[in-house]
């Protein structure tokens, strides 16, 4: 049962959640909402997610007391960056997410209410797959690929000291 779940899981990883947003103003006019398939981030977008996350510099500890305050101050300052953040999640590639990205936040902070947006997010969180990620790294450290090795021949036990 548990290894059907783990290729379950990988299928939707691969294929990918198609999620709705509601459609730009030269498409309403023939569907109210459009499906966008959002699938697992590569390597680079979840570098370029990464940096712009870490240049936020958002400490959890303020988001966590609750204060309406704080919340509305982190709100205008790094909501635009939230919104970059999905769109560059939801576009997969080297030159497209940092092309059509920008456009797509702006349409996202436009179009989206913060439930939706936090929906995204959080779909991008799991499909994203920073556990393996975390993972190698320990895997490279346990290695110690840079240790010196000693590369002599083993003295021979059979040999006897004289």
Known sequence: ??????????????KGVRVQIRAPFFMAWLWKYIGITVRRP????MM????LYLRMDVEIEKIDAGDLKEAHRLLAEHGTNVSHIVAMGMIR???????L???????LR???????LAKIAVLLIQ???VQH????IRFLSAMKMTAPRNQSPEEKGSQQAE
């Open 110 to 116: 436009w179009s989206c209410d913060a439930i939706s």
């Open 1 to 14: 049962m548990k290894e059907v779940e783990i290729e379950a899981s990988e299928l939707l990883l691969d």
């Open 127 to 129: 499909l994203s797959g």
């Open 101 to 107: 990205s920008p456009a797509l936040g702006w349409y």
């Open 133 to 136: 990620f975390t993972n190698t």
């Open 93 to 99: 590639g080297r030159l497209a997410g940092a092309i």
């Open 42 to 45: 590569v390597l680079g977008t």
């Open 48 to 51: 370029r997610i990464s940096n």
